[in-house]
């Protein structure tokens, strides 16, 4: 598999879902296209731009001025960044500023930001009115490639990640790559966990093109437009076949359940990013597979060196303050575990593999197997 040639118009992928179907536009510079596709989408709405501090600072005004330029009228809600805002609070003040600007359920709210602006925004849209519509305008890789697509929405617990929350679809997504040259190197790995995991779950072809090209990925062009357009088909044609996780679109959860409890464990801190607990999430899943006997150690091992070599952690002992609140403690991280919205009557449901390429639903998996496993992880690098 290799990367198309550079192109100069943009990607659309389409997510196929019958009347809520919706486009994924991807390229350089495609923000300036979202006041046209409004106005041809829902002519005479108005608008509502939610973002973060830091979005703000180098994006608003472009969103702003494609908007303007259309005769798109706009407001702008900006937050915290960081997972501090995707709490009760947080949307109480997204949901208030809401009504307080009038926005109505033929308008539309605008998420400009990565995976925290996208749920809290796409959250608030849900419940306000009874459900307005809203478009996507993701602004890390994380979020271009996993976060704005398929509908999930929601909020942080006290007690675990994302446990409150609805399915609404957006209405658009306008996936710019132009917004990823302000992302920090750390953000941009981070977003990488998703893109690899899309290999990992259904496609070694383009795990293999990964570990060939990444380094192309990371310097941006036409190998990173390949690399998130490869990535929404995968997960368009999932959320397609399975809006409501009912069946296979739980195989997009692949390093999650173990990365959630890490996440919930750092407190949804900068510590752990949410892409980064993937990483090592999916790592301990390739390892619990090959511990079950599933796969070969050596699969495993090729997960676990792709992370590696781009930089991401790939162990417990990676995670900053490894020591503490619980991440040296195997019954600790298990019963975070059993938060997951995975859970059925408190069984634990992991995502594992078969081989690299092709990832299977795990039903029903005894604690004590979990338990057993991550104690030996931790003994083993101790």
């Not at 709210?109 to 306000?128: K, M, P, T």
């Not at 597979?289 to 997960?303: F, K, P, T, W």
């Not at 593999?353 to 083993?380: T, Y």
Request: glycine share 10%.
């Amino acid at each position: 598999m290799t990367a198309p040639l550079r192109r100069s118009e943009a990607i659309v992928v389409d997510v196929a879902l019958g009347e809520r179907a919706y486009d994924i536009v991807i390229g350089r510079d495609a923000l300036t296209s979202l006041g046209a596709r409004i106005a041809a989408l829902r002519p005479g709405a108005r608008t509502a731009i939610v973002t973060d501090r830091n979005v703000a600072k180098y994006w608003l005004e472009k969103t702003e001025a494609a908007l303007h330029q259309a005769g798109i009228a706009a407001c702008r809600i900006v937050v915290d960044e960081g997972e501090g805002s995707k709490t009760y609070a947080g949307l109480e003040r997204v949901s208030e500023a809401l009504i307080a600007a009038r926005i109505e359920r033929n308008d539309l709210v605008i998420a400009l930001g990565g995976g925290v602006v996208g749920d809290l925004a796409g959250f608030a849209a849900a419940i306000l009115r009874r459900g307005v519509d809203f478009i996507q305008v993701p602004t890390s890789l994380l979020a271009q490639v996993d976060s704005s697509v398929g509908g999930k929405t929601g909020i942080n617990s006290p007690q675990g990640k994302n446990l409150l929350g609805a399915f609404h679809q957006p209405v658009l997504v306008i996936a710019d790559t132009a917004v990823l040259d302000t992302l920090p190197p750390r953000q941009f790995r981070a977003g990488y966990a998703e893109v690899a995991k899309y290999g990992v779950l259904g496609d070694e072809a383009f795990f293999a093109w990964l570990e060939a090209n990444h380094a192309e990925v990371f310097k941006g062009g036409a190998a990173r437009e390949h690399a998130i357009a490869t990535s929404c088909r995968a997960k368009a044609a999932i959320v397609a076949r399975d809006e409501r996780e009912t069946g296979d679109r739980a195989l997009l959860n692949l390093g999650h359940t173990f990365g959630h409890a890490l996440e919930a464990a750092t407190g949804f801190s900068d510590r752990l990013f949410h892409g980064e607990g993937v990483a090592v999430g999916m790592v301990l899943a390739a390892q619990f597979s090959a511990a079950l006997g599933m796969i070969a150690e050596s699969d495993a091992a090729r997960v676990e060196r792709h992370l590696a070599e781009v930089g991401l952690p790939t162990h417990l002992q990676d995670i900053a303050g490894f020591a503490q609140e619980g991440l040296a403690d195997a019954d600790a991280l298990l019963a975070l575990m059993a938060q997951d919205k995975k859970v059925r009557r408190g069984r634990l449901t992991f995502i594992l593999l078969r081989a690299v390429g092709r990832a299977v639903i795990a039903a029903d998996v005894a604690p004590a197997q979990v338990r057993d496993f991550l104690q030996a992880k931790l003994a083993a690098r101790a």
